[in-house]
């Protein structure tokens, strides 16, 4: 055999074998609690009506505050903050936002897509005391209320009409 074939054969040997060996499976994910968005229960009213005033106080021009659309919509002040779930989230990110702890894990998170087709739905999330009592969902195209991402709202979150919509800003 000619040297510069040898040289050539040893320089290959660490090449086809990083090309057969197998990937590490990932860690399976502790969750020391979990969270579902996608449960039905209303304890603080229903979503149909909170998206239904949401949708009214869009179309008008005066600022309302979050409290007021909730109770024109009939629901219980049993909530202190709303946050939002939207495509781009994940349990981290949900955390840090709802101030929940670390290994929370949430379920039921629109699912990652492609910016070219988002995610068709969301959550408008309700909190009292960093546990979650209610989520909303929203559908995209048909979003009543914008947020920023990590913004957290309260009963005194003043909401403004945007083109059709509401928004904090």
Known sequence: MKPATIVVGILMVPLLAGCAAKPAK???????SEIRLDREPQPLGSSKALTAELETAGRGHQAISLGEVAHAAGWSDDWDTMIEAAEAYNDDWMNKTAQTPAGTCWKGL???????????FGYYVFLKDRQVVQSVVWHTGDMPLLLRPSERLTHETMLNAKGGGLATY
């Open 110 to 120: 629109p699912p990652r897509i492609d910016s070219e087709y988002p995610a068709p």
């Open 26 to 32: 990932p860690a399976a994910k502790t969750c020391q």
